[in-house]
């Protein structure tokens, strides 16, 4: 008798948008302090998942990838071990411009460890001009590999 699994992949940002304010020249600023507030990434399905990025240039006079906006994952407080933490990006990478970056090795689904905090990094650079930025991320799940 066949019988079928169903893996849901789901993933929800419960606050969407970080807002760094004004950053003057050459300034840098981050959210591993939680000011401004980290992003949150939920695991809303029911299975482990990979997560990668890629977003839309922040900088004027820097179309790559660059030091000058990076990212990185970090546990979510009240969520421990929610993902595994030596092979994510718990160091700052380049936020992926030209292409995605992975950042998540198997978030967790199960309410206690499902989410995690996405921090970002600006370093306003040399010669950009004055004006508002803004950038837009864009997250990719797939199914994490499963364990024998």
Do not use: C
């Amino acid at each position: 008798e066949d019988f079928y699994v169903n893996a849901l992949i789901m993933v929800s940002l419960p606050n969407d948008e970080i807002s760094f304010g004004s950053l003057d020249y050459l300034a840098s600023n981050d959210t591993s302090d939680d000011s401004p507030m980290p992003l949150i990434i939920k695991n809303d399905g029911n299975v482990k998942i990979n997560i990668s990025a890629s977003a839309s240039p922040m900088w004027d006079v820097q179309t790559n990838d660059s030091e000058y906006y990076k990212v990185k994952v970090d546990n979510r407080s009240g969520f421990p071990n929610a993902f595994k933490w030596i092979s994510s990006a718990f160091e700052w990478i380049n936020m992926g411009i030209t292409g995605q970056v992975f950042l998540i090795d198997s978030l967790e689904y199960h309410d206690n460890k499902d989410s995690a905090e996405i921090d970002i990094y600006l370093e306003v650079p040399p010669n950009e001009g004055p004006g508002l930025k803004n950038s837009t991320i864009v997250f990719e799940s797939k199914l994490a590999e499963l364990e024998a």
